[in-house]
């Protein structure tokens, strides 16, 4: 089946530092959203991409669909301790009408943002 | 307000002891997923409701099922919960459409099992 692998996998940056982590597939994906989860909650939509070099921004976040359709990449601008959590992107491939599109996620990124 | 809620925030059971976890929705979302995601592991789909239509997948244990009575709740049973079953449980929503859909999170059930 799929992956997404992410990178990089964990990151210490102190505040202030901009932060920049991307999605990389085998297969080809229609859709990239991405995720952000804190501990002991649900993962909460960040931002999501639906043509291929679309760059959208939410904030200090920016993300990006791939023109190769096989990644994808964001970006965290002046990170503040708030950012603390776990990233994850996560991709659908277009599925027949009257049918759920289901997503393939991300492995994750751990962001802890020092003082 | 949440759009998706679970209840029980924390769910503690026996081993074999059946449980039951809930999700409601308030915006009426056709399609309803619970998944299931262990410490720093990206979450995992054991299976999804396309309005009435139920549809498990192929590597979810039978030990895991579900209910959908209505549009806005859906029920996960755990028959006889192992000691590999504690995990967060998680459901999510979203509106089948062509383009642009979007896939919401409820704030999950964490189960501990003794």
């Known amino acids: 089946g799929q992956q997404l692998n992410q990178s990089p996998q964990s990151m210490f940056i102190q505040e202030g530092e901009d932060v920049s982590m991307n999605c990389t597939s085998s297969s080809i994906f229609n859709t990239w959203l991405w995720y952000k989860q804190d501990p002991g909650e649900g993962p909460v939509l960040l931002i999501a991409l639906y043509k291929a070099g679309e760059l959208t921004s939410n904030g200090r976040l920016t993300a990006q669909f791939g023109i190769t359709r096989k990644d994808s990449f964001l970006n965290i601008s002046a990170s503040i301790p708030s950012d603390v959590g776990i990233y994850f992107c996560?991709?659908?491939?277009?599925?027949?009408?009257?049918?759920?599109?289901?997503?393939?996620f991300g492995t994750g990124t751990r962001l802890q943002v020092t003082l | 307000d949440a759009m998706v809620i679970q209840n029980p925030r924390y769910q503690v059971t026996q081993f074999g002891k059946p449980v039951t976890l809930s999700c409601s929705q308030t915006?009426?979302?056709?399609?309803m997923y619970w998944y299931q995601q262990k410490s720093s592991q990206a979450p995992k789909l054991l299976f999804h409701?396309?309005?009435?239509?139920?549809?498990n997948e192929a590597d979810t244990p039978d030990n895991f099922q579900s209910r959908r009575p209505n549009t806005s709740f859906c029920f996960l049973d755990i028959r006889s919960p192992g000691l590999g079953d504690a995990a967060m449980y998680l459901c999510a929503t979203s509106r089948r459409t062509a383009t642009n859909e979007k896939l919401f999170f409820g704030s999950g059930t964490q189960l501990s099992v003794l």
């Open positions: 996560a991709g659908r491939q277009n599925t027949e009408t009257g049918t759920a599109s289901k997503l393939t």
């Open positions: 409701y396309y309005d009435k239509d139920f549809n």
């Open positions: 915006l009426n979302h056709n399609v």
